[in-house]
Each structure stands twice: as structure tokens, then as C-alpha cells.
């Protein structure tokens, strides 16, 4: 480990926080879509599934303790962020401008992997694109997801250097 970086961030508990911070943002979708009616379209599933795939890589490379296969699984974390960051902007500029976001990306991918019959209380597309756009305190609810995807991106490729450094 790098005798300058402060203990915290250290590759371990940077892929902890990445792995509970992505579980907490698709608890956070759950309850603002059950608790408070906010619709998910397409894209807002397919960031979930991400945000879920993030957790899993990471949770992985937790037990993984092995230097480099660590660091491969953080780097693989860094891409699936950088991957939903892609999918949270492209959900702002382009699909909440649509009135139907039916067969685009995210809705092949979604329905191609069975998500919606499999587990449809996480799952279950709802909403249009246009109708999905909200805002969560004055910002797009994909500006949050895709800030945190920014911030989880930074954590993984974070542990993955130290994970090689170790």
C-alpha cells in the first residue's frame, strides 16, 4: 500500500463503500418507486442492473485477495461506472426528450436478459422516458445516478492502483 495514501482509502474499503454505495442507490430507486410512485423507464432499469453488477465485481474483489486479480475486478468496476455514467447521460440528453424509449438499448438489454419476469419488483419497466423524468431535490434523478456512477468510477480505479501498489 502507499505509505502517502490515508488508511481509508485503502483498495479494500474503497471497493466496500463502491459495493454499499451501489446497493444503496437501488434501494433508493426502490423506495422512490414504491413508496413515492416515480416510474422507471428503461434506462432507470438498466442503471439499476448496473449499479447491481457494480456491487457484485466489487464484492468480488473483496474476496478476492489476491493483488492482481483485485485490481482486474476494480478495473472491470471502473468500466461498468463509466458504462452508467454513459447510460445516466444518455437517459438526460437524449431519451427523456422522447415520448417512447420502447426498443432502444436499454430496453432490448432488459428484456433480452428477462429481468422484468424474473424479478419484476426491481425490475419491472414502467414508465416512458418522458414520463420518468423527475427531478430529486432540483436535479434530474439521472444527474444523481449518473454523479454517483462519476464518484464509483474514481473509487474502483482508485482500488485498482492500490490493489497493484499492495
Known amino acids: 500500500?502507499?505509505?502517502?495514501?490515508?488508511?481509508?482509502?485503502?483498495?479494500?474499503?474503497?471497493?466496500?463503500?463502491?459495493?454499499?454505495?451501489?446497493?444503496?442507490?437501488?434501494?433508493?430507486?426502490?423506495?422512490t418507486q414504491h413508496a413515492f410512485g416515480m416510474l422507471p423507464c428503461p434506462w432507470c432499469i438498466l442503471q439499476r442492473l448496473i449499479f447491481l453488477l457494480i456491487a457484485a465485481v466489487c464484492g468480488l474483489a473483496l474476496a478476492w485477495r489476491a493483488p492482481l486479480p483485485r485490481a482486474l475486478l476494480a478495473g472491470l468496476g471502473t468500466l461498468l461506472a463509466l458504462g452508467g455514467l454513459a447510460a445516466a447521460l444518455y437517459q438526460n440528453r437524449v431519451a427523456s426528450q422522447s415520448s417512447s424509449c420502447a426498443l432502444t438499448l436499454a430496453d432490448r438489454i432488459v428484456g433480452a436478459l428477462g429481468l422484468e419476469s424474473a424479478v419484476p419488483f426491481v425490475f419491472?419497466?414502467?414508465?416512458?422516458?418522458?414520463?420518468?423524468?423527475?427531478?430529486?431535490?432540483?436535479?434530474?434523478?439521472?444527474?444523481?445516478?449518473?454523479?454517483?456512477?462519476?464518484?464509483?468510477?474514481?473509487?474502483?480505479?482508485?482500488?485498482?492502483v492500490r490493489a497493484l501498489k499492495r
Open 124 to 160: 419491472r419497466i414502467e414508465a416512458s422516458c418522458a414520463d420518468a423524468a423527475v427531478d430529486l431535490f432540483g436535479l434530474p434523478y439521472e444527474a444523481w445516478s449518473g454523479a454517483l456512477y462519476l464518484l464509483l468510477a474514481l473509487a474502483c480505479s482508485a482500488a485498482a
Open 1 to 31: 500500500m502507499n505509505p502517502t495514501a490515508p488508511s481509508f482509502l485503502s483498495a479494500p474499503r474503497l471497493l466496500g463503500a463502491a459495493a454499499l454505495l451501489s446497493l444503496a442507490a437501488v434501494g433508493a430507486a426502490l423506495v
